[in-house]
C-alpha cells in the first residue's frame, strides 16, 4: 500500500483544529500549557463558536495565548481576567466568554476578582492552570506551591511558618452560589486528555446556557520552574499534586437533578 | 421657563446624561462623594429601558478592568469613582491608554491623601493631568464649573473618546458633585446596535463576526522597536488633540489689571471675587480652563498680556500653577491660594489672597 491510498479523509483519527495558529508556541516541551490551548481550540471549533467566542488571556506563561487560538482576544491585567469578562458576557449576551488564568493570576493576585465573579454567577467559563508555580517570572513560589516544594521565593521548600499553605481554591468557589459546575482535571494522559475535553465543552456550553459561572481547573505541570524532565515532571504530579488536589468534579449542578 | 429645565445634583446629572447619551455600560463601586452615580443609574433601571448595563463592582480595580474590557468591545462604557478609588484606578487607565481604547472616567474629587476627607477637593489635578499611572500617557480631562456641565461634558467626553481612542476623564469636585443647580438634560439617543457598534469600531473585540481576521486588544508588546513605534503613535495623537481640543472659558479678560486662573468650583466662587473687586474699583479678569488636558497655555499667555499679576487659586496645595507658570514663561508674578482638607474659600478671601499677593506684595 502507498501512503496516498492512506491518506484519505475517511482515515483521518486525528488533526490539528482549524482554530489553532501556524504560530510557534513559546511553551517548553512537556507544559500542560500547550495541550489545553488545543482542548480549547477544539471544542470551540465542535461547537461552532468561532464566530462568538472571545477568550481572556491572563498574565502568566499564557499572556500569549491570543498568538495560538484563532479567535478574537483581550490581555487582561495580571489577575482581573474576570472583571474583564463578566463585562464582556454583560454587554454582549450572545457571545461565548471564558478566561483562561494562572495559579497565580487566578489565584493570587486575582482573588478577589476570582471569587466575585464566581459569587455572582457570571456566565462564563473559566479555565485555571494549576501550576504550582509562577512559570512566566521564572519559578517563584504561588499560592497553590506544596509544603515543602522548593521554588525561587521558598528555595528551601514552602514552610507553613513563613509562607502559609497552599491554597485549594477550586472547593471554595465549589460552595458559592453562582457556580454551576466546578471540576479538577489534568492532561498528562490520553485518558485525561480526553476528560478535561469534555469538561472544558461542559463548561463552554453552561455559560451559553446562562447556567452561571463554570470553573475547569487543569492540574498541570511547569516543568521549567519544577526543574524536572517532560516525564519526570508527570510523575511528580501524580505523586503530589494529586494528593493535595484530588482529580475530579467538586460540583455539577446539573447532575444533582 | 422651559419646561425641560430639571433641578438635579452633579452627580446625578452624570447618571441621566449617560443614559440620554445611549451609553452601553456603567461599572463602579460606591464612595462619597460621588456615590449617587450609581444610586441613580440603579434607581432608573435603564437596563429596562435602552438596555444598558449598570453593575455595582467588588472594588474599583475590578470596576476599571470591567470598563476596559467593554471599552475594548467598542461599547460606550464609564466609571465614576472618588479619589482613594481613583488611585486603585491608575493601573487600569495606563492599560486603556497603552490599548487605545474609547472609555469615560469620573473622578468627583475629595480631599486627601489617604482616606483623608470626604469634602471636595481639587488635588488630584496631577493625577488626572500628569499621568497617575505608569508609562508615558495622557487623557482628555474636562473640568466642569456646574451642573449643566456636569451633565454636557458626559457625552463630549464620550465623543472626543471615541474620535481619539483615548480615555476621557470627567475631573469635578465634590462640590460639583453634591449641589443641586438647573439643567436641561440632551434628548434621549437611541443604543448603537451591535452592528453599528461594529462599524464603528472595526478594531473591537466582538467574536469574529463574519469570520473576519481576529481582533485582539492588548497593551504587550515585547519587540522594542514596535513598541517604540506604539510610542510615537499615541504621541503623535496626544500632539493632535492638543491641536485640536484646548478648550477654556474667558471672563473680564480684556484690559484687567489681575487675572485669576481657576478651574471648576474655584472658578464659580473667583467669579464672586470679581465683582467684590468691581466694587472696589480692582479689574480682574477669569480664564477657566474646561480642559485640563490638553491645557490651554496659548489662551493663558495671551490673557496674561499686560496683567501686573496671575493669582492661581485652587483647592490644593498648588498643582495647575505650575502649567499656568510654563504657559506665560515667569513673565508675569504668578501666585498660589489655596485651601485644603475640604476646606472650600469665601470669595473674600479670595480676594484679600489677591490683594496680599499682587497688590500689595
Ligand atoms: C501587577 C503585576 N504584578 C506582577 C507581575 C509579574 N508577573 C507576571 S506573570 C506572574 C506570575 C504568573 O504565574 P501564574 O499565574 O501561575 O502563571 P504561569 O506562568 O505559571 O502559567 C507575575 C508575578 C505583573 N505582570 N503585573
Ligand atoms: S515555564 Fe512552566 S508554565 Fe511556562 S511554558 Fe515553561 S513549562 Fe510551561
Ligand atoms: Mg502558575
Redesign the pocket.
Known amino acids: 500500500m502507498n501512503n496516498n491510498d492512506i491518506i484519505r479523509p475517511e482515515n483521518l483519527v486525528y488533526k490539528k483544529p482549524s482554530l489553532l495558529n501556524d504560530a510557534h508556541m513559546h511553551y517548553c516541551p512537556g507544559c500542560s500549557?500547550g495541550v489545553v490551548h488545543k482542548l480549547v481550540a477544539e471544542v470551540i471549533e465542535e461547537m461552532g463558536m468561532a464566530e462568538k467566542a472571545i477568550g481572556v488571556s491572563?498574565?502568566?506563561?499564557?499572556?500569549f495565548a491570543y498568538n495560538y487560538i484563532d479567535i478574537d482576544w483581550l490581555e487582561a491585567?495580571?489577575?482581573r481576567a474576570t472583571a474583564m469578562a463578566t463585562a464582556t458576557k454583560r454587554l454582549m449576551p450572545d457571545k461565548l466568554v471564558f478566561t483562561y488564568?494562572?495559579?497565580?493570576?487566578?489565584a493570587?493576585?486575582g482573588t478577589c476578582e476570582s471569587i466575585h465573579s464566581c459569587n455572582r454567577g457570571e456566565n462564563i467559563a473559566i479555565i485555571f492552570?494549576?501550576?504550582a508555580?509562577?512559570?512566566?517570572?521564572g519559578g517563584?513560589m504561588?499560592p497553590?506551591t506544596l509544603l515543602g516544594q522548593k521554588t525561587a521565593t521558598c528555595p528551601y521548600g514552602r514552610r507553613p511558618d513563613l509562607n502559609g499553605y497552599p491554597l485549594s481554591i477550586t472547593p471554595l468557589l465549589a460552595q458559592l452560589d453562582g457556580t454551576c459546575y466546578v471540576t479538577r482535571q489534568s492532561v498528562h494522559k490520553p485518558a485525561s486528555v480526553r476528560k478535561a475535553k469534555a469538561a472544558i465543552r461542559k463548561a463552554f456550553e453552561n455559560s451559553m446556557q446562562g447556567k452561571g459561572t463554570s470553573v475547569v481547573e487543569i492540574v498541570?505541570t511547569?516543568n521549567t520552574?519544577w526543574k524536572l524532565s517532560p516525564e519526570k515532571a508527570n510523575q511528580w504530579m501524580e505523586e503530589n499534586m494529586f494528593a493535595k488536589y484530588p482529580l475530579g468534579d467538586l460540583k455539577d449542578v446539573e447532575s444533582k437533578g | 421657563m422651559n419646561d425641560k429645565v430639571t433641578l438635579m445634583k452633579g452627580n446625578e446629572a452624570l447618571a441621566m446624561a449617560a443614559i440620554r447619551y445611549g451609553a452601553d455600560g456603567y461599572f463602579g463601586y460606591p464612595i462619597t462623594p460621588q456615590s449617587e452615580v450609581l444610586e441613580k443609574l440603579e434607581e432608573e433601571m435603564p437596563w429596562e429601558t435602552t438596555g444598558m448595563v449598570v453593575l455595582q463592582a467588588e472594588s474599583e480595580v475590578a470596576a476599571i478592568n470591567m470598563v476596559y474590557a467593554g471599552a475594548s468591545c467598542g461599547k460606550a462604557v464609564m466609571t465614576s469613582t472618588s479619589s482613594p478609588g481613583f488611585s486603585l484606578m491608575q493601573?487600569g487607565m495606563s492599560y486603556m491608554a497603552a490599548s487605545e481604547v474609547p472609555a469615560l472616567v469620573i473622578n468627583v474629587m475629595r480631599g486627601g491623601p489617604g482616606l483623608g476627607t470626604i469634602h471636595p477637593s481639587q488635588a488630584d489635578y496631577f493625577q488626572a493631568c500628569k499621568g497617575g499611572g505608569h508609562g508615558d500617557y495622557r487623557m482628555i480631562v474636562l473640568a466642569p464649573a456646574s451642573v449643566q456641565e456636569m451633565a454636557d461634558f458626559v457625552g463630549l467626553g464620550w465623543d472626543l473618546a471615541f474620535k481619539y481612542r483615548c480615555v476621557s476623564m470627567i475631573l469635578a469636585d465634590g462640590l460639583i458633585g453634591q449641589m443641586m443647580e438647573k439643567v436641561v438634560l440632551p434628548e434621549q439617543r437611541p443604543r448603537r446596535t451591535q452592528e453599528e457598534v461594529e462599524k464603528q469600531c472595526p478594531w473591537a473585540v466582538t467574536g469574529r463576526t463574519g469570520m473576519r481576521p481576529k481582533n485582539i486588544i492588548t497593551s504587550l508588546e515585547l519587540d522594542d522597536d514596535i513598541m517604540e513605534a506604539n510610542n510615537l503613535r499615541f504621541q503623535a495623537t496626544y500632539r493632535l488633540i492638543e491641536a485640536n481640543e484646548v478648550r477654556c472659558e474667558t471672563v473680564d479678560t480684556d484690559g484687567c489689571d489681575y487675572l485669576i486662573v481657576a478651574f471648576g468650583s474655584m472658578a464659580r466662587i473667583a467669579m464672586k471675587t470679581m465683582e467684590l473687586a468691581a466694587q472696589e474699583g480692582i479689574k480682574i479678569g477669569l480664564l477657566r480652563p474646561i480642559t485640563l488636558w490638553p491645557f490651554p497655555s496659548k489662551e493663558v499667555a495671551q490673557a496674561a498680556a499686560g496683567v501686573k499679576g496671575i493669582l492661581v487659586p485652587e483647592l490644593s496645595a498648588g498643582q495647575m500653577i505650575e502649567d499656568v507658570k510654563l504657559a506665560v514663561d515667569c513673565k508675569v508674578p504668578v501666585k498660589h491660594f489655596g485651601r485644603m482638607g475640604g476646606n472650600v474659600p469665601t470669595p473674600e478671601e479670595v480676594l484679600e489672597a489677591l490683594k496680599k499677593e499682587l497688590i500689595n506684595a
Open positions: 500549557h491572563p498574565v502568566g506563561c499564557a499572556v491585567a495580571h489577575g488564568q494562572g495559579d497565580g493570576d487566578f493570587a493576585i492552570i494549576n501550576n508555580i509562577y512559570g512566566m517570572t517563584q504561588a497553590t498541570s511547569c520552574g | 493601573e
